[in-house]
Structure formats: structure tokens, C-alpha cells
């Protein structure tokens, strides 16, 4: 039950090491396997060499195992090599010469290639309107605590005053910076590769264009030879976007298990959504953001892990590029986790009132000392100097009342502004085009 099969055994040892995961990982494939040879049966249609009754027939099958798909009823069992094996037998033992003749003009290369493609397509797709919910959540939470101050850090020491609409909304602009590298995945994915065979094109007279327009493709990968390269550079593009957006995440991970400390304890925690510890009862552990943190740093080795993996390889397709299903499909699926349980937590965070007003912060308000110095004239080395001393002579007051007004600052968020770019996204990214997202 191999596409390739001639008519001898392989050895079960070297069928085991080569056919890998692959059982396992094509489910993911599925969908869009089908969808591509829904377009493949249409083409050949088109151009003569099926008739119209097989093409309806393939039609009929190919649907039929989408609805399994849909309803999680579809399996590639052990007999098979994997999910395009699957397909193929299911349509032959259905509809005899039919099935066999779907992977006319078609190669097992650009096959897989074109569903890898769709695939990364939907995921970024998928996540992008998950990193537009979740910078949404994060500007509702500005908005609510814009005015709950908090010292902000350099050098992990006490610098100025922040606040936490500051912070929230630094993280929801960050996350729309993170979007652009998912747009650069999406246009390298939304290349058609169908029709390139193994490589070099076919002497068939199949009509590529047709086939880009049926799968939703921006544009056919023209040359069949660029078109098999795809393979490696799309996964690759994949992998930066999640490690970038992955590297926002941990931060705003590591943030929150900082804030919710005992020392600095700025935020809480409902306790349902705390773990506790086996000898100390008092300690409720804020687990969630300290895993996300791990996983965000993990995926940030992701692009490591593909570039290692093809960075030696010349044109042309080679069995490594299997390897990279199990190296990305995993990872693609622990990003989305992360994006859904912040989705979920975020919400429910409790903000501190007031703790700013506390002694020890005192001295992030020396810039304003300086600030009110300046405005009565003195220039700002002499007032940075007199403020400096009276720090370090205890007789500094701290000047605690100011008012920022430039776009970005403490009572001056910008909210509508970053708000307008999570729009302009919506409204003019190929990502958001299609109206499920």
C-alpha cells in the first residue's frame, strides 16, 4: 500500500527507520491533502485526461474522507505509508482505474509540498487571529488599570514610575510587531508548488494557474525546480515567526512571575489558577506563566532546529526534509496552546492598587525633582547634580505629582492609536482575508 510500490518487499527494519512519524504527523496533512487532489481531479478533467464521470467519482470519494476528517473518524492505519498512500487506496478500492489514475502529472513531492503549504497557510491564519484577540485583551486591560502606577525597571533596579496600562499596552503593540513575521510566512506558504512534479515539470499539458485559483493560492511557484526548494524555506519562515512571537510571550511570561512575587507583589493571582507546594502550605505558585516561559524558550530554538537540518542540502528534494514534520508540527501546536491559555489567564489577573505609594520607590521619582528644577530655570547637569546630593544626604522629597503628554507616556497611552494598527491589520493583511477569522 505504497504509491511508489514495484512490485518488491522493503526490509521491515529500514521501512520502520524511513517511514518514521509520519503515520502520526499526516493527520495535520489530511485536509489539505484532500483539498489539493479535489483540485488535481478538476485539472485533469480540464484538460483531457480523466473523463468527467471519473472526475466526479474522485469528487464524491475525495469529500467523503473530508467529512471523516471533519468528524474525526479518519485514520491512516499501520498498512499504510502514509496519508497520500491512504487517499490513493481508499479512491482505487472505491472506484477501480479512477483511484489509480489521481496521481497522474503529480509527483509524491509536490503532493506533500503543496500540502504543507496549505497547511501553514490555514496555522498562520489561525494564529494570526489568535495574536490580534490577544492584543485586544491586552488593551482592554490598559485601558482598565491606566491608572495603577508601578515602578518601572532598568537593570532590574527601580527607575522611573510605569503604570500598567503602560505595559499592557507595550505587549499588545509587540504582538502586532509579531504579526508581521507571520505575514512573511504566509506569503512564502501561499505559493502553489502543484504541478512541479518531482522537480522538473511534466509533459502532460496541466494547467498550473487553474489549480492555484481552486486551493486559494496568491500565486503558482513558477519554476518547477524554486517551486521544490519551497520545502525547507517555508518551514524555516514558519519557525522565525513563532520563535519572534514566542520571544514576546516569554517576556511577558517572566514579567508576571516577577510581579506576582512576594517582593514586588503587583499583581495576584485567582487561586484556582495556582499550584501549591508539598511541604510549604502557605506558597501558591504561579505555574501557568512560569511554563509558558519554558515553552516560549524552547520555541525560540526552533529555527536552529530546521536550519540544522536543511542548511547543507542542494536543490532538489532529499528524505531530510522529512524530518522537518516532526521538528515543526509539535512546535506549531505548543504555540497555539500558549496563545489560548494566556487568551484565557490574562483576563483574569488582579492588579495591586497603590503599591507604588509605597517608601522603598521613593527615588524613581527623583527625575521629576530634576524636572521641577529645570522649569525654574536651573540647567540639567546642575540640577542633576543637586538632585544626586540630596539623594545621597537623605534630604531628597520626592516630587511625586507630574503629568506626561507625549503620545506613549504614562497619561498619554496612545490606546486608539495601537488600537488603530490591530484595525489596519484586520483590514488590509492577506492574513485576516477570508471571513472565518
Known amino acids: 500500500m505504497k504509491i511508489w510500490e514495484k512490485g518488491f518487499s522493503v526490509n521491515e527494519t529500514i521501512e520502520k ?61 499501520a498498512d499504510f505509508e502514509d496519508v497520500h498512500s491512504k487517499i490513493e487506496h481508499y479512491l482505487t478500492e472505491k472506484f477501480g482505474d479512477a483511484g489509480k489514475k489521481i496521481h497522474t502529472a503529480r509527483s509524491r513531492n509536490d503532493q506533500v509540498l503543496t500540502a504543507i503549504q496549505l497547511f501553514i497557510k490555514d496555522y498562520t491564519e489561525r494564529i494570526a487571529a489568535k495574536l490580534l484577540a490577544l492584543a485586544k485583551v491586552l488593551l482592554q486591560q490598559a485601558e482598565v488599570h491606566k491608572n495603577d502606577l508601578l515602578p518601572g525597571y ?28 507571520f505575514e512573511a510566512a504566509y506569503a512564502v506558504a501561499d505559493q502553489n508548488p502543484l504541478g512541479s512534479g518531482a522537480g522538473f515539470g511534466s509533459s502532460f499539458p496541466i494547467d498550473r494557474e487553474m489549480t492555484t485559483r481552486e486551493m486559494g493560492f496568491g500565486s503558482a511557484a513558477v519554476s518547477a525546480v524554486g517551486a521544490q526548494m519551497l520545502r525547507g524555506k517555508t518551514e524555516k519562515t514558519l519557525a522565525f515567526a ?20 512576594q517582593d514586588l507583589g503587583f499583581v495576584t493571582l485567582p487561586k484556582e489558577f495556582t499550584t501549591g507546594s508539598s511541604i510549604m502550605p502557605h506558597k501558591k505558585n504561579p505555574d501557568v506563566f512560569e511554563l509558558v516561559r519554558a515553552h516560549a524558550n524552547r520555541l525560540q530554538a526552533l529555527p536552529n532546529d530546521i536550519i540544522l537540518a536543511t542548511s547543507n542540502l542542494p536543490s532538489g528534494y532529499h528524505r531530510d526534509f522529512q524530518l522537518l514534520k516532526e521538528l515543526l508540527f509539535g512546535p506549531m501546536m505548543q504555540f497555539a496552546d500558549l496563545l489560548d491559555i494566556l487568551l484565557f489567564a490574562l483576563p483574569e489577573i488582579k492588579i495591586k492598587p497603590g503599591v507604588i505609594e509605597q517608601a522603598k520607590y521613593d527615588p524613581i521619582f527623583s527625575v521629576e525633582n530634576i524636572n521641577q528644577l529645570i522649569i525654574a530655570g536651573v540647567p540639567f547637569r546642575d540640577a542633576y547634580q543637586q538632585v544626586g546630593r540630596a539623594v545621597e544626604d537623605g534630604s531628597y522629597m520626592p516630587h511625586r505629582e507630574f503629568q506626561t503628554t507625549h503620545l506613549g507616556s504614562i497619561h498619554n497611552l496612545g490606546l486608539a492609536e495601537i488600537a488603530g494598527k490591530a484595525q489596519r491589520w484586520k483590514e488590509g493583511s492577506r492574513l485576516f482575508a477570508r471571513a472565518a477569522y
Open 17 to 77: 527507520f524511513t517511514v518514521g512519524h509520519d503515520r502520526e504527523l499526516d493527520v495535520y496533512l489530511a485536509p489539505f491533502d484532500l483539498l489539493a487532489s479535489k483540485a488535481q481531479a478538476n485539472m485533469l478533467a480540464k484538460v483531457g485526461l480523466i473523463s468527467e464521470t471519473e472526475r466526479q467519482q474522485l469528487i464524491g470519494g475525495l469529500d467523503e474522507l473530508l467529512a471523516q476528517v471533519a468528524a474525526g473518524t479518519f485514520l491512516i492505519e
Open 154 to 181: 532598568t537593570h532590574f533596579q527601580a527607575a522611573m514610575p510605569s503604570s500598567f496600562g503602560l505595559w499592557f499596552s507595550a505587549y499588545a503593540e509587540h504582538l502586532l510587531l509579531d504579526l508581521h513575521l
Open 242 to 261: 513563532i520563535a519572534g512571537a514566542a520571544g514576546t510571550l516569554g517576556k511577558l511570561a517572566y514579567d508576571l512571575v516577577l510581579y506576582n512575587s
